[in-house]
T-cell receptor, first 115, second 114 residues
Framework: EADIYQTPRYLVIGTGKKITLECSQT?????MYWYQQDPGMELHLIHY???????EKGDLSSESTVSRIRTEHFPLTLESARPSHTSQYLC??????????????FGSGTRLTVV | AQSVSQHNHHVILSEAASLELGCNYS??????LFWYVQYPGQHLQLLLK??????LVKGIKGFEAEFIKSKFSFNLRKPSVQWSDTAEYFC????????????FGSGTRLSIRP
């Protein structure tokens, strides 16, 4: 079954380390997104991509970077992790708007803790 | 397992009609509740949220939602819809016991006839 996969599910890492959060989808969706969510709070869009080699910053400023070299892969990288980066990161993809469906599919999230 | 149910998959209304989109969740503890909207070709945006206090929450663009704890519901309403409200609407819940996890409903597609 087509889906969207995020790894790792949980990550605890020391300050100053470089980390990459992986996100892959098997649905052939052009649009992909990264959201940041603090516990109990709403989502904040930090990055999005409308296709290969397309990346844009979202509504919430983030020190992370993203890349989109392949349609199915949209990794997020923190060059030097800090405790303020502790949060949950959700990846999503969406289909083009059509008459039948333009919904989102979300990954299960990566819970990042920087100590 | 906790879940969020949106009863209507697709709703079609004429302009100026009143809107109510249903949302029910299955969790007996403390929750935070959200409605998100995705306009065609755009990313997900927050319409409104409920954390505590007045159960009637007002959001952007004339939307409001009422939290009825006894019914486990958080229905979205708008008195008079416009063609520009055509979009997909998602209800979402986070639970106090697992606040890092956000659960989304399957979405309701709203089509407004001009």
């Amino acid at each position: 079954e087509a889906d969207i996969y995020q790894t790792p599910r949980y990550l605890v890492i020391g300050t100053g380390k470089k980390i990459t959060l992986e996100c892959s989808q098997t649905m052939g969706h052009d649009k992909m997104y990264w959201y940041q969510q603090d516990p109990g709070m709403e989502l904040h869009l930090i990055h999005y991509s409308y296709g290969v080699n397309s990346t844009e910053k979202g509504d919430l400023s983030s020190e992370s970077t993203v890349s989109r070299i392949r349609t199915e892969h949209f990794p997020l990288t923190l060059e030097s992790a800090r405790p303020s980066h502790t949060s949950q990161y959700l990846c999503a993809s969406s289909e083009p708007a059509t008459a039948n469906n333009y919904g989102y599919t979300f990954g299960s999230g990566t819970r990042l803790t920087v100590v | 397992a906790q879940s969020v149910s949106q009863h209507n998959h697709h709703v079609i209304l004429s302009e100026a009609a009143s809107l109510e989109l249903g949302c029910n969740y299955s969790y007996g503890g403390t929750v935070n509740l959200f409605w998100y909207v995705q306009y065609p070709g755009q990313h997900l945006q927050l319409l409104l949220k409920y954390f505590s206090g007045d159960p009637l929450v007002k959001g952007i663009k004339g939307f409001e939602a009422e939290f009825i704890k006894s019914k486990f519901s958080f229905n979205l309403r708008k008195p008079s819809v416009q063609w520009s409200d055509t979009a997909e609407y998602f209800c979402a819940v986070t639970m106090y016991s697992s606040a890092s996890k956000i659960i989304f409903g399957s979405g309701t597609r709203l089509s407004i006839r001009p």
